[in-house]
């Protein structure tokens, strides 16, 4: 008895560009980083975000 080999190639991921999921996950995730940081630079400073930067 011979081995039977597949008749169809493996369907392969086609790389992605713009919105998908991981983007999405990853900017979601860096702007809840963001986020934090500007509220300890609040709290730490006691001045907003565009006072400490010195653009108000």
């Known amino acids: 008895m011979t081995s039977s080999q597949p008749t169809t190639a493996p369907k392969l991921s086609e790389p992605k560009f713009g919105f998908n ?8 995730r860096a702007a809840m980083i963001g986020f934090v940081a ?3 630079v ?15």
Not at 21 to 26: G, K, M, S, T
Not at 42 to 55: A, I, K, P
């Open 21 to 28: 999921d991981y983007a999405e996950r990853l900017n979601g």
């Open 38 to 40: 500007a509220l300890i």
């Open 42 to 56: 609040e709290y730490v400073t006691g001045q907003g975000v565009l006072s400490w930067l010195g653009l108000m």
